[in-house]
């Protein structure tokens, strides 16, 4: 789902190099996309964000808030 989110985001403009994803398993379209910054390791460096958009399957909430807790 969240790869169908992003998809369409960046068909409707949305600059990829503004777009962090975290994602331990990227598919190989995720690390196709130009500009694009993605970790692998689950640590996000840089300013606070303006927006988080967590797209997670549920038995993988207790590994994904923390990363993003604060």
């Known amino acids: 789902m969240g790869g169908a989110l992003l998809d369409g985001w960046l068909a409707h403009g949305l600059d990829p190099r503004a777009t962090v ?3 331990p ?3 190989d379209s995720l ?3 130009d ?3 993605l970790r692998t ?3 996000y460096v840089g300013p606070a964000p303006r927006a988080v958009m967590l797209s997670v399957k549920p038995q993988m909430m ?3 808030l923390p990363s993003v807790s604060g």
Do not use: H, M
Request: net charge negative; charged share 30%.
């Open 21 to 23: 994803i975290l994602d």
């Open 25 to 27: 398993f990227p598919s």
């Open 31 to 33: 690390k196709a996309i």
């Open 35 to 37: 500009g694009l910054t």
């Open 41 to 43: 390791d689950g640590a």
């Open 62 to 64: 207790d590994d994904a």
